[in-house]
């Protein structure tokens, strides 16, 4: 069982990792195919990933323009994710599904 306490840490570390990711940093552009991008969000709604690993995700910058827009626009999600950020991150998911990618 995480504690309260570690959960709280490794949002804040999470979301200092995405703040970095924006910071104009230049970090290498990976590869990812318009389902991986789907299964993570998903995985990350349903509480299936942890908010490292999200930070992790979210410090990557996409090749992909389109979805790195995606990429981009879920940094805008505070951590621990609540309501408000699985509506935002459900627009994404329909953004990417209504483009025929998800």
């Avoid at 979301?15 to 318009?34: D, K, L, M, N, Y």
């Amino acid at each position: 069982m995480v504690s309260s306490l570690t959960k709280k840490l490794f949002g804040k570390l999470a979301t200092g990792a995405a703040i970095f990711a924006t910071s104009g940093v230049a970090f290498r552009q990976v590869e990812r195919s318009p389902q991986e991008i789907d299964r993570v969000l998903h995985d990350f709604i349903g509480g299936r990933i942890t908010d490292m690993e999200w930070g992790a995700f979210m410090t990557q910058p996409i090749v992909d323009q389109r979805l790195e827009s995606i990429r981009v626009r879920a940094l805008s999600v505070p951590l621990p994710l609540n309501d408000d950020g699985r509506l935002v991150l459900g627009a994404l998911l329909a953004e990417l599904g209504a483009s025929g990618a998800g």
